[in-house]
């Protein structure tokens, strides 16, 4: 009977455990210490919101906080990832990519081909992403899907705490560079967490709820308010079944295909922002590649096509909410051929 | 005949470093006429003019040390070791190249001679090198990495964020100015407000030396003493060489932008290869004959190169994914 | 270029090294770095300075290396706010970023008949400019490593004094000092060149990064004067022996890097931060006029602490003190002076 950790826990946990295990992990980014270069305490945050606290007093070293400039450490990070370290690097605010994407998306992503097999980067860069913490439009993006556009780039962004443990060691293992998602209102969620160290495959969707009637495709917190709009459906008589991806890229778009072959109805909800979203994305391939067995329309519940508002009541209006889900596959069934 | 050396370095390395001069020269010489002939694609961006940074540099270090490059990297590449009939296979994009034809003249690298890489982004490599001084310094070696950037690149953030962050980790990280006077067609005069990097240098806490940059025996001895000190923990620093280029940006540059006679007093005047030829054979350490068998090899090597390139397979609809990951 | 002799229009000269302090001693030692932005800013006080002492126009020497650039910028700047600056010429030659710029720039300055040349720099554009300037005086201001030969001084000042000569306020007996130098000729005047303070043999034999450091590559020293104030190979003669500017003779010292041979040891500053141990074999005084032997058969010549000239055998070099060999603006005496004459009052006074 695994005990009970939230979020943030099992990145902590996730992150002592493989430095514990292999000495090439370091971990750099702003504040992920705290106090650096002052006269109180060392470690006084441990990340913004306390993520990685208590790692400096096991780790010392290998755990660096930066100056305010991404390009350089994000690149840093990168480089050293190409001369055999294993960076984790924090971008705090998956916001901030702007400043420093070129080395993101120019160099890591593209050495392996660009130099025709003959380079690995093994970084993972881990970023907040996320909407609802009254943070505004700078601090509150859902931006997988600009990420998920790179070949060369691999994007994961976990619903629970079981899956962000073993998503994480995945990552820090896997050779290839990494965007590692972090909920931040997912931070304090509770689940199940084994205490040993686990893995989970990248490209394996996970079926958190299955159901006859509609597929709910979707990921992160989006998952959650799925889940709560499954529960009002039930007492409908509707049973929908709840795909979460996990991965973006890679895409597990077969089990994707599977359940909407069974359902014939899609539901693609994202956080993300509408235009060339994951929920575009999604849509399309299913189009293109499931068009017979569709029995209505697909539908997609995002964001409006607007930068996510400050003032609380237009912030919980922006975010997908579980009424509208549940909308969205009442549509599917009330329009559709049977 | 060769009379006592004078110089810091052995008969053996003075000509190797020759060799190795006068590999790019010939390299890029060839591909100026190649590529002017349409036999090449895409861009290419020359180094002719500005050997001695490269191996004035380069001598100093070993397989273990590592450089990240700018679009202008032949020269850098061949210094470090990189295969020239790689190098020609990979700028005519065959399979058998440095990057098996993916990459390009402007991303050619090979990270087992520590060569992370030409870069299409200007100023990118600086954070990368950093990344690379970081790695050095948890390995514990004494080595050493080295960032090349032009004169235009120091005035990208990145170039100084990086001088930054390599100033206060105290990484073994040289950032190498190479100020050829332009950036594509803008002269440092305009977009440079104070000309000076190794001001900006000192600025963010790291000391600088300033070197005419046509003068192989200047560069190698303030490299030398940069890098020594890196290598012992000193930290980081810049060596700003001043230099020029004898070809345009980019091959197909009409260089308009030059002064009346400037390309040719350049020519004349400040040819690197040339004053180190009579540097070396001025004080009898070296014979003009050797020297000319020297050039005579890499002539060879180099129109065998060609050939080779030519000859080698163009990659096929099966090499358009691959590599993209190393498992997906 | 039109040369301009008249007092109507006094003309002084201004040489602005870019390129002075940015050595190898940056690494090697604890030298500093007088910024580009400094260096324009030291240029613009005595500007504007000169200009309101009467000094209507200033020829300056152009370069590349930042200096020219930030100052065109800064003064069109200056005139946006209406601030008074005399009129700028820059000398019409190419700037090719070495030593040559120095020489060129002193001899085009002294065939137009500038007053006096101010000279921003270490002791190498000194020493560059002593060597062209012919029998224009130099004030100069220290913008380099071991600043030997400059002295010490607040650049408004420097221009002061030398405005006050400029315009004819003070006279060459009033204003002007004499000054030694150190002649080096190779091969009976073959090649020939001069030092400010100190002609160096190193038993180095490449001119490389030019800066002079490693004491163990010491042959012989030769010092026009030698001030225990200073550093650099100098400070090697100040402190066994001061020797002033005006006085009479220099130091020969023969390196004595053997034990066997050193009659004494003696520790220096060479460098900025640097103290090193230096055993010296033999010295004697270096009477004007005499020319020295150097014994080495191989080796460099550094001029004012930089590797200038390379010989090997068979070469015949000589070094030899030249006294009332140039004349420089003595500016600590034109300001006592100005001082007891009121040449800065702009009134009689009631006291």
Known sequence: ?????????????????????DPNVICMGEDIVGGAGGDGEMDSWGGVLGVTKGLYAKHGDRLMDTPLSESAYIGAAIGAAACGMRPVAELMFIDFMGVCFDQIYNQAAKFRYMFGGKAETPVVIRAMVGAGFRAAAQHSQMLTPVFTHIPGLKVVCPSTPYDT???????????????????????GFEGEVPEASYTIPFGEANVVREGRHCSIVTYGLMVHRA?????????????????????????????????VTKTGRLVCVDEANPRCSIAADISAQVAMQAFGALKAAIEMVTPPHAPVPFSPTLEDLYIPSGAQVADAVRKTLKGGKH | MAGKNPFPLTRDELLKCYRTMRTIREFEERLHIDFGRGDIPGFVHLYAGEEASAAGIMIHLGDGDRIASTHRGHGHCISKGVDVVAMMKEIYGRKGGACNGKGGSMHIAD?????????????????????AALAAKFRGKGEVAISFVGDGASNQGTFLESLNLAAMWNLPAIFVVENNGYAETTSRDYAVAVDSYVDRAAGFGLPGI??????????????????????????????????????????????????????????????????????????????????????????????????????????????????????? | MQADHSNATPCIGVIANPVSARDIRRIVAYAGNLQIADRVNIVLSVLTVAGAMGVRRVLMMPDNGGIRAMLMRSLKREGNLHHAFPEVEFLDMDPTSTVDDTFLAA???????????????????????????????????????NNAFPEMRAPTVTAMAVGLYATGKLSAEQALAPNKLLEVSINEGQRHDIALVDAVISTDRYIGARALWKTESLAAIYLAFADPQAIGLSAIGGLLHPLGRREAGGHAMQHGGDPATRRLALRAPIAPGML????????????????????????????DGEREMAF????????TLRENAFTTVDVARCMHTAAREGLFRLSSSTL
């Open chain 1, 1 to 21: 009977m695994a005990r009970k950790i939230s979020m943030k826990q099992a990145i902590n946990e996730a992150l002592d455990q493989e430095m514990a295990r």
């Open chain 1, 165 to 187: 443990k073993g998503l994480l060691i995945q990552s820090i293992r896997d050779n290839d560079p990494v965007i590692f998602c972090e909920h931040k209102n997912l931070y």
């Open chain 1, 227 to 259: 889940l709560e709009a499954a529960a009002t459906l039930a007492k409908e008589g509707v049973e929908v079944e709840i795909v979460d991806l996990r991965t973006l890229s890679p895409l597990d778009l077969d089990t994707v295909l599977e359940s």
């Open chain 2, 111 to 131: 990270l087992s001679k520590g060569m992370m890489g030409a870069n299409g982004i200007v100023g990118a490599g600086a954070p990368l090198a950093c990344g």
């Open chain 2, 210 to 328: 300033t070197v005419d940059g046509t003068d192989f025996f200047a560069v190698h001895e303030a490299a030398g003493e940069i890098i020594k000190r890196a290598r012992a923990g000193g930290g980081p620093a810049l060596l700003e060489c001043k230099m020029v280029r004898f070809y345009g940006h980019f091959e197909g540059d009409a260089q308009t932008y030059r002064g009346p006679g400037e390309l040719e007093d350049i020519r004349a005047n400040k040819d690197c290869i040339k004053k180190f030829a009579a540097a070396v054979t001025g004080a009898g350490v070296v014979s003009a004959a050797e020297l000319k068998a020297i050039g005579d090899e890499v002539l060879a090597v180099i129109e065998d190169a060609v050939k080779q390139a030519k000859a080698a397979p163009l990659p096929t609809a099966a090499d358009l994914t691959t590599d993209v990951y190393v498992t997906y």
């Open chain 3, 107 to 145: 001899r085009m300055m002294h065939a137009a008949g500038v007053k006096a040349i101010i000279v921003l720099g270490g002791d190498g554009t000194h020493r560059a400019a002593v060597r062209e300037c012919a029998d224009t005086p130099i004030a100069g201001l220290s913008t380099g490593t």
């Open chain 3, 276 to 303: 090193r141990e230096v055993g010296i074999a033999h010295w004697e005084p270096m009477p004007a006029d005499q020319p020295f032997p150097v014994a080495l058969q191989a080796g460099v010549v550094a001029l």
């Open chain 3, 312 to 319: 090997s055998a068979g070469d015949h070099v000589r070094v």
